[in-house]
């Protein structure tokens, strides 16, 4: 018993339609094996940047990369993924894990413990303590306006700064 239908004035057998919707449902049942292809972005968890340069490792030997704007693109089959970049922890996900965005957790290189080794400084030698410094205010009177100089001192013949006993015993224990 055959059965005809009219389309677009065109009379097709019930037996050539139900083949070939028995080859399209073959071929799409077929498809679960194939993979659609996962697109998504990396970014930074703490700014939102994208991070360009990381490596997306599948458990089928796959590897991606993220591009200038942290995209990528996984078009094979996979079950899990391992996320990996110099500056941030690594991140394992499984498939059902996967988003269309990815944030990576910034690695902080903490220091355990720091010892510093070294000899205490020297104090500098025209450093003046304490009681050097209340002699010599003491023996100091201001001017009466606050501001004094003195213009003919600038051409008188003194001794040199470094003939003053005191500088000369800096200058030695230096």
């Known amino acids: 018993m055959c059965c005809v239908f009219k389309v677009n004035r065109n009379c097709f057998s019930m037996g050539l339609v139900c083949r070939w919707t028995v080859v399209l449902l073959l071929i799409t049942a077929g498809s679960d094996s194939a993979v659609a292809q996962v697109r998504g972005v990396i970014a930074d968890m703490e700014t939102g940047t994208p991070v360009r340069g990381v490596k997306i490792y599948t458990n089928t030997k796959y590897i ?7 995209r990528f693109r996984l078009d094979r ?3 899990s993924v391992t996320i990996v970049h110099g500056k941030y922890v690594s991140l394992t996900l499984s498939k059902e894990e996967m988003r269309d965005t990815i944030r990576l957790l910034p690695r902080l290189n903490q220091l355990q413990e720091v010892v510093v080794w070294g000899k205490r400084p020297k104090p500098h030698p025209q450093a003046i303590d304490k009681a050097k410094l209340q002699e010599i205010m003491r023996d100091y009177t201001p001017h009466p306006s606050g501001f004094s100089f003195n213009f003919f001192s600038l051409f008188s013949r003194k001794r040199s700064k470094i003939d003053d006993p005191k500088n000369r015993e800096i200058l030695d224990n230096y």
């Open 64 to 70: 991606a990369q993220t591009d200038w704007a942290g």
């Open 77 to 79: 089959p996979y079950s």
